[in-house]
Nanobody, 114 residues
Framework: EVHLVESGGGLVQPGGSLTLSCAAS????????MTWIHQAPGKGPEWIGA????????YYADSVRGRFTLSKDNAKNTLTLQMNGLKVEDTGVYYC???????WGRGTQVIVST
């Protein structure tokens, strides 16, 4: 079966850090660019970053550029989102998404709060 499974979410104080991971299985991970989507409580999905299929080019939303780092490890079939300098507005569910948004994980919850 084809799966994307996110992990690494949790509760963190403002200014803190978290690392999210997305484990891919059941398909040729190296053939796809990947995206992270953030959904804050009560709001729609927000594109926050993407990486090309090779893993050597990344793109970021202005809201996270300089704080978040996205990486893709084709040998381990893993997508990672390193989040530093977290803000309260980063709270929400983070989804790992394949290619042209044809496969989504179930998401992992991040809460940034004092």
């Amino acid at each position: 079966e084809v799966h994307l499974v996110e992990s690494g979410g949790g509760l963190v104080q403002p200014g803190g850090s978290l690392t999210l991971s997305c484990a891919a299985s059941g398909f040729s991970f190296y053939n796809y660019g990947m995206t992270w989507i953030h959904q804050a409580p009560g709001k729609g999905p927000e594109w926050i970053g993407a990486v090309n299929m090779v893993g050597n080019t990344t793109y970021y939303a202005d809201s996270v550029r300089g704080r978040f780092t996205l990486s893709k490890d084709n040998a381990k079939n893993t997508l990672t989102l390193q989040m530093n300098g977290l803000k309260v507005e980063d709270t929400g569910v983070y989804y790992c998404v394949r290619g042209y948004y044809d496969l989504w994980g179930r998401g992992t919850q991040v809460i940034v709060s004092t």
